[in-house]
């Protein structure tokens, strides 16, 4: 860089190359806000480890994920879910609080669409509610995101600590009941929400697909 001495150069100071990625500041603190509603499930099964997922509340007591991930009532009943697993601002894992599930109260579950919607109980052995984490409304109305847009996905990859797939992940293809974008996940991504540049959920996280050219080759 060098000091500017006629109307040339100071045209050349400033570009937006390609699309316009610059976005207000107020994305970072909405997306807080949305991600403290997001878990990371612990599966079990009979009693026994069988993996992670992940999950948000849509309401109060009201946990969405995969119905991979909890497909049935007797599984839900045994598996539980831990909210605030992440590092703060210098990088610290901060102190984790767990709700166990209430399929008794709700569970209503679709394979084809990979759903399972379940309750959680109203407060857990510590005194704390799942309404503390707040949650994340599910809005009916359609053109939320268009074809190639951005999306954000937060997400527990690997049953790891909670991570965010940023902007980076465009949509590809709107079908009926599925959405095609690129994104980076992992197993234990499953049952993550898919958000637009509003916080607002688009889609529920279910699987990878192959990509394929026109004439049908991987």
Request: net charge negative; charged share 20%; hydrophobic share 40%.
């Amino acid at each position: 860089k060098g000091v500017v001495g006629d109307h040339d150069s100071l045209i050349a100071l400033e570009r937006i190359l390609g699309e316009n990625d610059l976005i207000d500041v107020s994305f970072l603190h909405r997306g807080a806000d949305a991600s403290d509603a997001v878990c990371r499930v612990h599966i079990r099964d009979r009693g026994r480890p069988a993996g992670f997922g992940t999950g948000f509340m849509v309401s109060p007591r009201l946990l969405l994920t995969n119905n991979h991930v909890l497909p049935t009532r007797t599984m839900a009943a045994s598996s539980r879910i831990e909210f605030n697993y992440q590092t703060d601002g210098r990088g610290n894992v901060l102190p984790t609080t767990f709700f166990n599930l209430v399929p008794g109260d709700c569970f209503i579950t679709d394979k084809k669409l990979d759903f399972t919607l379940v309750a959680v109980e109203p407060q857990n052995s510590t005194g704390q509610t799942p309404a503390e984490f707040g949650w994340l409304p599910l809005i009916s109305a359609e053109g939320k995101v268009i074809k190639g847009e951005q999306l954000n996905i937060i997400q527990h990859p690997g049953g790891d600590l909670k991570q965010l797939a940023l902007r980076e992940n465009t949509l590809e293809d709107v079908l009926e009941h599925f959405l095609h974008y690129k994104t980076d996940t992992a197993p234990g991504s499953s049952g993550s929400p898919v958000f637009n540049d509003q916080w607002e959920v688009v889609a529920l996280h279910h699987a990878g697909v192959p990509m394929k050219d026109a004439a049908g080759n991987l």
